[in-house]
């Protein structure tokens, strides 16, 4: 028998405790990551299978991070912002992070320009993409890899 703040304790009692947790641990959801895939698959359903072109898209974001922890984000869409030539929506993925989809954001003529900033959290190294949703049906949009080093120590 084993003493442990003043009440004794079988060794069967001991190992069925034990085995709880186990059973407990093994019953909690895993905080999993999105593959390529499943962003791919996230990307086509918020694009209505429209397929993105390069260019008009520009993310600006650091390639390397040092922890990823806050890691502020740019996107500049190349746009008139015209009644009959403007972004109605940017959308951000991530392809590592639990769920893909980032940010969006939806925009009017009235917006003035496509320019959103913001910060993220990274937990790996991954893959960040934008795509820019245009008034005449076309999506463009820009991918980078961003390094996350973990103060230094490769991810």
């Known amino acids: 028998m084993t003493q442990m703040?003043?009440?004794?304790?079988?060794?069967?009692?001991?190992?069925?405790?034990?085995?709880?947790?186990?059973?407990?641990?093994?019953?909690?959801?895993?905080?999993?990551?999105?593959?390529?895939?499943?962003?791919?698959?996230?990307?086509?359903k918020i694009l209505g299978g429209a397929t993105a072109?390069?260019?008009?898209?520009?993310?600006?974001?650091?390639?390397?991070a040092e922890s990823g922890a806050n890691e502020p984000v740019r996107v500049v869409v190349d746009s008139p912002m015209s009644a009959a030539d403007h972004v109605k929506a940017i959308h951000v993925l991530a392809d590592g992070n639990p769920f893909p989809g980032v940010s969006s954001w939806f925009l009017t003529p009235k917006s003035g320009k496509a320019d959103v900033a913001f910060r993220m959290r990274l937990a790996k190294t991954q893959v960040v993409r934008a795509y820019a949703v245009m008034s005449d049906g076309s999506v463009w949009q820009a991918s980078q890899e961003v390094k996350v080093t973990i103060g230094g120590c490769g991810g």
């Open 53 to 64: 072109k390069s260019g008009k898209v520009q993310l600006i974001v650091k390639d390397v």
């Open 5 to 44: 703040q003043g009440r004794a304790w079988s060794r069967r009692g001991v190992l069925a405790v034990a085995g709880a947790g186990v059973v407990g641990a093994l019953t909690i959801p895993a905080t999993g990551r999105a593959t390529p895939q499943e962003a791919d698959d996230f990307a086509r």
